[in-house]
Nanobody, 123 residues
Framework: QVQLVESGGGLVQAGGSLRLSCAAS????????MGWSRQAPGKEREFVAS????????RYSDFVKGRFFISRDNAKNSLYLQMNTRKPEDAGVYYC????????????????WGQGTQVTVSS
């Protein structure tokens, strides 16, 4: 069982940058893929990005590709999401999640979730 705690959310102006962090515990970090998803009010949760167990391979949704960057530090049991060039539609609750496999997971392959961190974008 993996426990995940997100941090770093807040208010950012459109065009600005923000970095989210996720601290993991419970299962040996570096043995499973991880990722981020988000949910805006009134919308379904959507996939944002994911990364494999060792941090060498990534997967991005089309709407964040080139603006957001996912990374992990296995020595610190941490996952990150660097969000650049924020757009108003990027607002929502961002969730950190882990999978049971080694490769960059898709949304349906996440098995553990954090409680989320709110991100608000001002225009």
């Amino acid at each position: 069982q993996v426990q995940l705690v997100e941090s770093g959310g807040g208010l950012v102006q459109a065009g600005g940058s923000l970095r989210l962090s996720c601290a993991a515990s419970g299962r040996t970090f570096g043995t499973y893929g991880m990722g981020w998803s988000r949910q805006a009010p009134g919308k379904e949760r959507e996939f944002v990005a994911s990364i494999d167990a060792c941090g060498g391979a990534t997967r991005y949704s089309d709407f964040v590709k080139g603006r957001f960057f996912i990374s992990r530090d296995n020595a610190k049991n941490s996952l990150y999401l660097q969000m650049n060039t924020r757009k108003p539609e990027d607002a929502g609750v961002y969730y950190c999640a882990s999978s049971s496999g080694l490769y960059p997971p898709r949304l349906g392959e996440f098995v553990s979730w954090g409680q989320g961190t709110q991100v608000t974008v001002s225009s």
